[in-house]
Every structure is written in structure tokens, then in C-alpha cells.
């Protein structure tokens, strides 16, 4: 396997087990201040727990695509030495960098067209993104 694709696998991983965890928190203090803390053991509430895990995942996934095209169109960020480089006062940074994890090939691609100068280094992918 390709390193930027073990990259992405686990930056899937990490956002997916992160909005889980978070989810279940999140239905675990309704449970338990509604006084139905035995509720939490029902079907119906872990598959509620899953939905809203998956809704929270979509979410961060396109929060984090629109504030890497905020970061490109604002030229917050290049490609140098074959790595991304954030400028500092890039508001949302977390995101641009999950965004970059998550599609390594893609986002390369899209920083290239805004910067030609970087055009270069997108032909030959090499190490992490």
C-alpha cells in the first residue's frame, strides 16, 4: 500500500472513532439525565448512537472540505519540499490538515491548480501528505 493511502485509512479511522465516542458520551448523559440509564443497553438507542456518529462524520468531512477551499482560495497553503505547509494565521487549520489526511491525491491536485509553481511536486507523489 501507498503511504498516502495508509494516511487517509487512518485519518478515517481516528474521525470515525472520534464522532463514536463522542456520540455515545452524548447519549449516555441524555440517558442518564433523563433517568433511563438502563435505556443505553436498548437497540434502539445504540443504533441511534451509530446514526448520529455517521451524521457527525458527513459533517466534519464537508466542514473540513470547505474550510480547505477557504484556505486555497485565500493562498493560506501550499505544497513545498513535497509536504503542505499552513500558514499561521489560517483560521480552521485542524480541518485543512484533516481534510489533506483524508484526501491526500485530491487535495495535492488542488493546491497544484492554484499554485503552479507547486505543479511539480504533485506529479510525483512521495511520503505523507
Do not use: K, Y
Amino acid at each position: 500500500m501507498r503511504a498516502s493511502t495508509l494516511v487517509s485509512l487512518r485519518a478515517n479511522l481516528v474521525l470515525i472513532a472520534a464522532c463514536v465516542a463522542t456520540s455515545d458520551a452524548a447519549w449516555l448523559a441524555v440517558c442518564g439525565c433523563a433517568g433511563h440509564a438502563d435505556a443505553l443497553e436498548s437497540t434502539a438507542v445504540r443504533a441511534a448512537t451509530l446514526a448520529s456518529a455517521a451524521a457527525v462524520v458527513f459533517l466534519v468531512r464537508r466542514i473540513a472540505a470547505l474550510a480547505f477551499d477557504a484556505a486555497r482560495a485565500s493562498r493560506h497553503i501550499a505544497w513545498s519540499a513535497d509536504r503542505l505547509v499552513i500558514a499561521d494565521p489560517c483560521p480552521r487549520d485542524w480541518l485543512v490538515q484533516l481534510h489533506v489526511e483524508l484526501h491526500p491525491a485530491v487535495s495535492r491536485e488542488d493546491v497544484a491548480q492554484a499554485c503552479p509553481r507547486a505543479a511539480a511536486s504533485c506529479r510525483v507523489p512521495r511520503g505523507r501528505a
